[in-house]
T-cell receptor
Framework: DAKTTQPTSMDCAEGRAANLPCNHSTISGNEYVYWYRQIHSQGPQYIIHGLKNNETNEMASLIITEDRKSSTLILPHATLRDTAVYYCIVRGFDRGSTLGRLYFGRGTQLTVWP | DGGITQSPKYLFRKEGQNVTLSCEQNLNHDAMYWYRQDPGQGLRLIYYSQIVNDFQKGDIAEGYSVSREKKESFPLTVTSAQKNPTAFYLC???????????FGDGTRLSIL
């Protein structure tokens, strides 16, 4: 159960901001939203995560709505190297476990064009 | 450089053979994970380990086995009981079970 819904694909012009949406309407109060990306034939790369506040790091910004039912990953100045599959993941915890499970869906294929 | 090393990058197996995939990390992470990815799909959890000498089954553990004798190493054995082993296998690690996971570059297993 991936727990998230993302568009299958998106395009973005190089140098423009890429805004990738994600719906997670069944998220629980203690579950984090994680974003990873995967370039073909490589392992997923961690981008950012958050609980309820907006977050920013050197790679991207994460905007989470106040009701936490959706979020947006923002790549402020997309480059050709940002072409990848982007996964929005809700990190859940099994009963009695301290290990957060990552439930991967199919993600969004972002294509950045020149 | 610290990181996660998976070897080999490509692996071929004959029908009925067991094969072991290597995963080594020098990040001093306690938790390690194995995932399987099929074409066009997301990742599915096979096994995970939060600490040395302890591991738990994930969602698709049947036909696989693991060991965690050292903190740095978490090898995955694909046994002959796994009926559809052709896939891309990814190893990950994290400091603790609730910290971000970092992935290796994967091993692609094919059946001859």
């Amino acid at each position: 159960d991936a727990k998230t819904t993302q568009p299958t694909s998106m395009d973005c012009a190089e140098g423009r901001a890429a805004n990738l949406p994600c719906n997670h309407s069944t998220i629980s109060g203690n579950e984090y939203v994680y974003w990873y990306r995967q370039i073909h034939s490589q392992g997923p790369q961690y981008i950012i995560h958050g609980l309820k506040n907006n977050e920013t790091n050197e790679m991207a910004s994460l905007i989470i709505t106040e009701d936490r039912k959706s979020s947006t990953l923002i790549l402020p100045h997309a480059t050709l190297r940002d072409t990848a599959v982007y996964y929005c993941i809700v990190r859940g915890f099994d009963r009695g476990s301290t290990l957060g499970r990552l439930y991967f869906g199919r993600g969004t294929q972002l294509t950045v064009w020149p | 450089d610290g990181g996660i090393t998976q070897s080999p990058k490509y692996l071929f197996r004959k029908e009925g053979q067991n094969v072991t995939l290597s995963c080594e990390q020098n990040l001093n992470h306690d938790a390690m994970y194995w995932y399987r990815q099929d074409p066009g799909q997301g990742l599915r959890l096979i096994y995970y380990s939060q600490i040395v000498n302890d591991f738990q089954k994930g969602d698709i553990a049947e036909g696989y086995s693991v060991s965690r004798e050292k903190k740095e190493s978490f090898p995955l054995t694909v046994t002959s009981a796994q009926k559809n082993p052709t896939a891309f296998y990814l190893c990950a690690s994290s400091f603790t079970g609730d910290q971000p996971q970092h992935f290796g570059d994967g091993t692609r297993l094919s059946i001859l």
